[in-house]
């Protein structure tokens, strides 16, 4: 699967929230005017795509969101947009850490679910002492791949294990 | 590479569910009420047709919070609601 990047997120981000499936810069800067949540993830989409001259020039007569536009262009330039975004002392407003954040929980979807299959694994491991249920015996009945069990029991190898099978081996041992 | 990712209720529900799954993994025989409130509520509730990717909670079981940010879940703070904390 391809890593999702912040340009990706900011694509798809700004096409949703214009409601109009759209990404014409003028239609967007327009549809700022009167959908506020739609304005932080522009900027940020313009800075990072390199169409933050033509939207300056869309937004004229808003200078408040000029100037904005100007120092994510000078943080971006610099190499500190990602890094301002994650600071919890940013300088910028709080909505763009916002739209940060969201864009990294969806990046980091995947190694979150690896970390949470090895917290449950403690888990499954004082259930399997507790029943007594044998590997095999656990393989045979949930249709796992024996080795791929073990790699996840013995060896905590989580890429093994789908969520879904870890969930369902949890239910498993539980009712044993 | 430069994936791309639906943003809708569907995304909303996915979210939320894949969150249960966590809570229930790691919180076993436990059971959190969780209230949700603004544009990403409405949207479930099917009042509102728009795209968002805000799941506001009004009501925040402490021990969640971390979790709740994993899966980008926000804190509704404003003072007319009260304290967010049960």
Redesign the interface.
Same mark, same amino acid.
């Given at each position: 699967? /391809? /890593?999702?990047?912040f340009? #990706?997120?900011l694509?798809?981000?700004v096409r *949703?929230?214009s #409601?109009e499936d759209t990404l014409a810069l003028p239609r967007l800067a327009s549809l700022s005017e009167t959908e506020a /949540?739609l304005v932080e993830p522009l900027l940020l989409w313009a800075t990072v795509t390199d169409r933050a001259r033509r939207l300056n020039g869309l937004l004229k007569g808003r200078q408040a969101l000029q100037q904005e536009l100007q120092a994510l262009v000078q943080l971006q330039s610099s190499g500190r947009l990602e890094s301002e975004l994650a600071d919890a002392d940013s300088s910028l407003r709080s909505e763009y850490s916002?739209v940060w954040?969201?864009y990294t &929980? +969806?990046r980091d979807a995947a190694s +979150?679910?690896k970390e949470?299959r090895l917290? &449950?694994r403690e +888990?499954v491991l004082e259930l399997e002492s507790q029943k007594g249920v044998t590997r095999y015996r656990m393989a045979k009945d949930l249709g796992l791949n024996p080795g791929n069990l073990h790699a996840f029991m013995s060896l905590g190898d989580p890429t093994k294990l789908s969520?879904d099978r870890? *969930?369902d081996l &949890?239910a498993y041992l539980?009712a044993a | 590479m430069s994936g791309t990712l639906e943003l809708g209720r569907e995304e909303l529900e996915g979210r939320l569910r894949e969150f249960d799954r966590a809570v229930s993994l790691l919180y076993p025989g436990r059971t959190f009420r969780l209230v949700l409130v603004g544009g990403g509520a409405m949207v479930l509730l099917g009042c509102l047709a728009r795209s968002t990717t805000d799941l506001d909670a009004l009501h925040v079981p402490r021990e969640l919070v971390g979790l709740m940010a994993q899966y980008d879940i926000n804190r509704e703070y404003r003072q007319e609601y009260g304290p967010c904390d049960v």
């Open positions: 699967m /391809r /890593r999702l990047t340009a #990706g997120f694509q798809s981000y *949703a929230l #409601g /949540r916002k954040h969201s &929980v +969806r +979150r679910d949470l917290k &449950v +888990r969520l870890v *969930a &949890v539980e | -």
